[in-house]
């Protein structure tokens, strides 16, 4: 796997990612705002551009944040 992400809602993503995108496997307990999984998956360890890709693939207008 990589990274994957899930738009749940207008503001709000669910994630799982894997090694070697992150040093261990992990996954959203509950649904987070965008700038809080960003946050989350580079404490794990993920890189920025895996990170912007995985939001792409599940929001192609996840750049313009949380309050456009």
């Given at each position: 796997m990589a990274i994957v992400v899930t738009k749940i809602s207008e503001a709000l993503y669910t994630a799982s990612a894997t090694p070697p995108h992150v040093r261990t496997m992990w996954e959203t307990t509950q649904p987070l705002r965008m700038h809080t999984l960003w946050d989350e998956l580079l404490s794990l360890?993920?890189?920025q551009?895996?990170?912007?890709?995985?939001?792409?693939?599940?929001?192609?207008d996840w750049i313009r944040g949380e309050n456009s």
């Open positions: 360890g993920a890189h551009v895996d990170i912007g890709d995985a939001m792409d693939q599940a929001d192609s």
